[in-house]
């Protein structure tokens, strides 16, 4: 019993000496963030004392010395630069159909007046129109040549309807866009193979622009898709 006495008795004195070193780092702590902050002010109050002195005034050359600096060799003077090289300009606008091609032309002359009906007509005018076309898996062109008349009754100017085109200003007619969607979705033809096996006949077309006619099939199909998903 007597020698747990004792050590209780040690135990508490070792915890107070714990707690007093840690009472004397707590201080010494507190005093090394004094000294701290104090040695900042006097160094932002020093750097800002160097900041406003003013400037050394620049060295003053008399005498030899300016003489030599004056007649110092200058430096050579910037040759004009160059202007740049014009890049030669892309071809821009439409391009026309192979004249290669085997043509399948149609003339369309009205036989009446549209305003008054009457028959006696003369060509005013003459509206050429080229589009793609393909025949049995072909490639042609077809070529339709319509005719403007004017009626001698009445002076008005008639002309028919061009054939059917899958959209205004179409570059391919109906068929060769049928065969583009059937080259493509039913018989799974990439579109570069297809751009490759029509450049092989100098039909030369961008990948971007069979894309487009794709785009174009897809928004005149789109009535008839929407139908299929409505009766579903």
């Not at 915890?15 to 004094?34: F, G, M, P, S």
Request: aromatic fraction near 4%.
């Amino acid at each position: 019993m007597d020698e747990l006495e004792a050590l209780r008795r040690e135990n508490v004195a070792l915890r107070d000496q714990v707690t007093q070193l840690i009472e004397q780092l707590a201080r010494l702590n507190d005093r090394v963030a004094e000294l701290l902050a104090v040695a900042q002010r006097k160094q932002r109050k020093a750097g800002a004392v160097v900041a406003a002195a003013p400037p050394a005034p620049p060295p003053v050359v008399e005498g030899e010395e300016q003489r030599a600096f004056e007649a110092r060799p200058q430096a050579p003077q910037k040759p004009p630069a160059e202007p740049p090289s014009k890049k030669k300009a892309k071809p821009t606008g439409r391009k026309p159909l192979p004249s290669h091609l085997e043509a399948e032309e149609h003339e369309l002359r009205p036989d009446a007046c549209s305003s008054c009906g009457g028959a006696a007509l003369d060509v005013a005018d003459e509206l050429l129109e080229e589009k793609l076309h393909v025949v049995k898996e072909h490639q042609r062109r077809r070529v339709v040549r319509r005719y403007t008349c004017r009626c001698r009754a009445c002076g008005e100017r008639t002309t028919l309807r061009s054939l059917p085109a899958p959209y205004e200003r179409s570059k391919i007619t109906c068929e060769w866009l049928a065969w583009l969607v059937y080259q493509k979705f039913w018989l799974l033809t990439p579109l570069d193979r297809i751009r490759r096996d029509l450049a092989e006949r100098s039909i030369p077309l961008a990948t971007s622009t069979l894309v487009t006619f794709i785009e174009r099939a897809a928004d005149l199909l789109s009535g008839v898709d929407g139908l299929h998903w409505a009766r579903r």
